[in-house]
Nanobody, 121 residues
Framework: QVQLAESGGGLVQPGGSLRLSCAASGSIFSMNYMAWHRQAPGKGRELVAGISSGAMTSYADSVKGRFTISSDNAKNTFYLQMNSLKPEDTAVYYC???????????????WGQGTQVTVSS
């Protein structure tokens, strides 16, 4: 069993910055893929950034140049640095990871519980 826990959400003014963290705990052999998703009020959940175990990153067009995903595999933790925040970035942000775990070293998918990010003046 693996758990993901987000932190770092909050209220920020447009143009400001926040750094979200996702800490994984449990029996983890490796984290093959890590990502941040978000869900705005009345909208579906969307992928905003992902990073592979080889550090290849991808971003939604709406956040390119503003958000940066990174990972610290030694700490089983990954991050989302959000700069130049806009009101339309307001959403619940969820971390996600595909994790190799257990005695058989099988891959499982895990989601965090979400953290609220509100961008407002």
């Amino acid at each position: 069993q693996v758990q993901l826990a987000e932190s770092g959400g909050g209220l920020v003014q447009p143009g400001g910055s926040l750094r979200l963290s996702c800490a994984a705990s449990g029996s983890i052999f490796s984290m093959n893929y890590m990502a941040w998703h978000r869900q705005a009020p009345g909208k579906g959940r969307e992928l905003v950034a992902g990073i592979s175990s080889g550090a290849m990153t991808s971003y939604a067009d709406s956040v390119k140049g503003r958000f940066t995903i990174s990972s610290d595999n030694a700490k089983n933790t990954f991050y989302l640095q959000m700069n130049s925040l806009k009101p339309e970035d307001t959403a619940v942000y969820y971390c996600y990871s595909r994790v190799i775990t257990g005695s058989l070293r099988r891959e499982y998918q895990y989601w965090g519980q979400g953290t609220q990010v509100t961008v407002s003046s």
